[in-house]
Nanobody
């Protein structure tokens, strides 16, 4: 299995974007989902995560309130809503699905989606 990220594009500073993470071959609500981002030449860094949950109303918010992760379980999706974007948010964004089950760890990655914020 793997995840598939979508929704990245070019946006102006102060704008908003909603990224989506789809699951290929597994059910996302059984997995915690982590969003990470990577700038060319730098290490991948965590953005925000959400625990496995059947309840779509449970969300995670960043400390500065700009980013929110939510689930849409009927569509097997996890979203990253990003508001008030600035050029420092420019990066390739990845979603990673992780699960510990029966003493085994499962994790799936995607190819990422490019977000570019112009000043």
């Amino acid at each position: 299995g793997q995840t598939v990220e979508s929704g990245g594009c070019l946006v102006q500073s102060g704008g908003s974007l909603k990224l989506s993470c789809a699951a290929n071959g597994f059910t996302l609500n059984y997995y915690a989902v982590k969003w990470l981002r990577q700038v060319s030449g730098k290490e991948r860094e965590p953005v925000l995560c959400i625990a496995s949950n059947y309840d779509d109303t449970v969300v995670s918010k960043s400390l500065d309130g700009r980013f929110t992760v939510s689930r849409e379980n009927r569509k097997n999706l996890v979203h990253l809503q990003m508001n008030d974007l600035n050029p420092e948010d420019t990066a390739v964004y990845f979603c990673m699905a992780v699960r510990d089950y029966n003493n085994a760890k499962y994790d799936y990655w995607g190819q990422g989606t490019q977000v570019t914020v112009s000043s």
